[in-house]
């Protein structure tokens, strides 16, 4: 690992992070490790913390939280989002290099654009996390912190197994054969999370497709087939649509798809493709987005996978924290994250499978959201 330039005394000893007690997406919980006891903290050192896109609710959730926990820690924090537009990103962090920096987390748009960019980081020895997404092609990557992204891909998978009856609730297989007819989705092939959730996702349905319990009506079943470039809703919709008039009469029993945005194009498509909202196939998608949630609560989406974007912001800003001080972030993870020029030391997250059945509980009962807004 580089030598990281530490800028900034040792936090004077007696100082202690402020430990907000709020909760929710906004609020502040518990730095990660922490058993409530004193914590080095900032002296208002510039974190740079860039975010794809103001699109989607999680990543607000996601700059929010990052934000809030690293002021509450003494650090000032230029949160930037760029619109899903690749060089709105990279001049984005060449400005908080710039202005001075001395650490940056960014989620990225694409993962393999940020190599030059990342190259000033390196020379200013600015120490760079990847959040959420890996960044690829480039050795100035330090650390990264997400969920277990091919566990993710297993659980949508397996949540859409469930919802057709061919695994039980405690995951075993119910002795339903189908034949069930589903599509497959995938998500932007320039983000490296999208061919974990696809590798977890098809490695748990292909045993089904190979005995025949599940067929692809249009025989789609490649990654570069299901890809949605940049996520994007409108995209998964016209994908939908064509996949529709592809299989002509065919009924669809299930959609898996990646992410609740997608879930969404893909519930209009299907709606106004004569699908009536009580009879939808089971779809998956991911990421707990209230709009989506309430989707599940009225019987339309199936299931979402929910990672507590207050947890992730937690360890990204442990991880800058540790480094500030001179010291190694924790990690669990020093095998899966290959980014084509080294494995980045990982810290992995676990994520949950939600349905109608344990919405309240673990998005509701956990703060995450109110009932209200649901
Ligand atoms: C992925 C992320 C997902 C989802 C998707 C679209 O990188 O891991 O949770 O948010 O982007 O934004």
């Not at 710039?98 to 940056?104: I, K, T, V, W």
């Not at 996702?201 to 890809?227: C, K």
Request: with cysteine; net charge negative.
């Amino acid at each position: 690992m580089k030598k990281h330039r530490i800028l900034g005394a040792v936090a004077a000893a007696g100082v202690i992070a402020l430990v907000a007690t709020g909760c929710g997406r906004g609020g502040t919980a518990e730095p990660a490790g922490s058993d409530g006891a004193a914590e080095p903290g900032g002296q208002g050192q510039i974190v740079g913390v860039a975010m794809p896109t103001q699109q989607s609710e999680r990543w607000i959730a996601d700059g929010d939280n990052v934000k809030q926990q690293l002021e509450d820690m003494g650090y000032t924090v230029d949160l930037q989002y760029a619109n899903d537009d690749i060089p709105t990103q990279v001049s984005q962090i060449e400005n908080m290099i710039s202005s001075g920096a001395e650490a940056l987390i960014i989620a990225s748009i694409d993962g393999t654009t940020l190599t030059d960019v990342l190259q000033q980081a390196g020379d200013a020895d600015i120490p760079v996390i990847a959040y959420d997404r890996l960044i690829n092609g480039t050795e100035n990557v330090d650390y990264y912190t997400t969920f277990d992204n091919y566990q993710v891909g297993v659980q949508q998978a397996t949540s859409l197994l469930t919802g057709l009856g061919v695994l039980d609730e405690n995951g075993e297989e119910t002795g339903e054969t189908g034949p069930f007819n589903v599509e497959l989705f995938a998500g932007s092939p320039d983000d490296n999370n999208a061919t974990f959730f696809w590798n977890g996702a098809m490695d748990t349905l292909q045993p089904y497709m190979d005995e025949g319990v599940l067929e692809v009506p249009s025989g789609q079943t490649e990654f570069e087939q299901a890809a949605i470039l940049r996520w994007l809703p409108a995209t998964a919709q016209a994908r939908m649509e064509n996949l529709l008039t592809v299989i002509g009469d065919t009924q669809l029993d299930g959609v898996l798809s990646p992410y609740d945005g997608l879930s969404i194009g893909i519930i209009s498509a299907l709606t106004s493709g004569g699908y009536a909202t009580d009879a939808l196939p089971v779809i998956t998608g991911q990421d707990a987005e209230v709009g989506s949630v309430q989707s599940i609560i009225a019987g339309e989406q199936y299931s979402t996978i929910f990672k507590d974007t207050r947890l992730l912001a937690e360890q990204a800003v442990a991880m800058v924290d540790a480094l500030m001080h001179g010291e190694e972030p924790e990690v669990n993870d020093t095998e899966s994250y290959d980014n084509g020029n080294k494995i980045v030391p990982s810290y992995l997250l676990e994520s949950t499978i939600v349905t109608i059945d344990n919405y309240e509980e673990v998005l509701v009962e956990s703060g995450y959201y109110t009932e209200d807004e649901l």
